[in-house]
């Protein structure tokens, strides 16, 4: 297939991006790693007039610490982020997690930015950044604004971006202190868009008891989807296996709603999600236990 004409431009610096895009809108549609709008386009799927190539901005293109935060840039490889001692250090969730995303040679030229941008619900970067309260910086030529994972996500491949804004920067805050993490997910094969996945944080206090949980999945619904109210139930519990089996089939059964597609059924997705959330728990309690 081969895609509808379009025009090409990439500028070298931010402010020539801003500007193109003030100009033209929703028309100028931002090019970073190309891993999923390439495909689209070729299916006509997308049909931008105007392609903004972001490869050129190396501004973009950063991971550093900021306070208590994690700050990477938008146009920054998912294979610099899976190999980034900052990421290893302070994101664990996010380390162990970008390797699940496709395959390395995709990895090598998909970006975090776009990953999130693009918001795939079956896709893990979406997961994890609402799983760990990260925020999104959205800048246009007039200037910028930070927008909360739980507000940027806004429905199947939607994010709360204006016409006028790229995004720019994602921000991560430090985990709090005694949190365990994890994150799992069912695949055909490794590599494959999974066909259920969870992260999974567990935070105790001094005396082992849960004082706040997070439960967000991956292909169950439009969205990544945050099982807000089972973690609720977990909070100020001890996290037994018999608590662990109540979050499972209450987030199982009251808090997704999986599509299916020829490779599972939203009954059997139901029931992957059921597994990995007992043995995302497990595992996240148990460094929990041993975090600092
Ligand atoms: C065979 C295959 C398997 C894959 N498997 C997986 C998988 O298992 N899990 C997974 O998560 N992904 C998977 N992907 C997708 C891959 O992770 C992509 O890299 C990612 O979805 C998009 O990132 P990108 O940088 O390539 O963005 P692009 O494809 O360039 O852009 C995607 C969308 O985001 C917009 N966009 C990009 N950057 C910005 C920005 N800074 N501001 C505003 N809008 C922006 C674009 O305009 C476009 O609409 C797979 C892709 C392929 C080809």
Known sequence: MKPASFKYLAPDSLAEALALRAEHGDDAKALAGGQS?????????????????????????YIRREGNELRIGAMTTQSAVERNDLVAKHQPLLFETVPFVAHPQIRNRGTLGGSLAHADPAAEMPVVALALDAKFKAQSKDGERWIPAKEFFQG??????????????????????????????????????????????????????????????????????????????????????????????????????????????????????RVLTRRALKTAHERALTAH
Not at 41 to 60: C, G, H, T, W, Y
Request: hydrophobic share 45%; proline share 6%.
């Open 156 to 273: 199947f491949f939607t994010v709360d971006l204006q016409p006028t804004e790229y995004l720019t920067e994602i921000a991560y805050p430090d985990l709090p202190a005694r949190t365990g993490w994890c994150f799992m997910e069912v695949a055909r094969r490794h590599g494959d868009y999974a066909m259920c996945g969870i992260a999974a944080l567990v935070t105790l206090d001094a005396k082992g008891i849960c004082e706040k949980a997070r439960l967000v999945y991956l292909n169950v619904g439009d969205g990544p989807v945050d099982a807000s109210r089972t973690a609720a139930l977990l909070t100020g519990q001890a996290i037994t296996d018999e608590a662990m089996r109540a979050a499972a089939d209450k987030a199982a059964g009251d808090e997704m709603n999986p599509f299916g597609s020829v490779h599972a059924s939203p009954e059997y997705q139901k029931h992957l999600a």
């Open 37 to 61: 709008l390439i495909p689209a386009m070729n299916f006509r799927v997308a049909q931008p007039s105007l392609l903004v190539d972001l490869n050129k901005i190396n501004e973009l293109r």
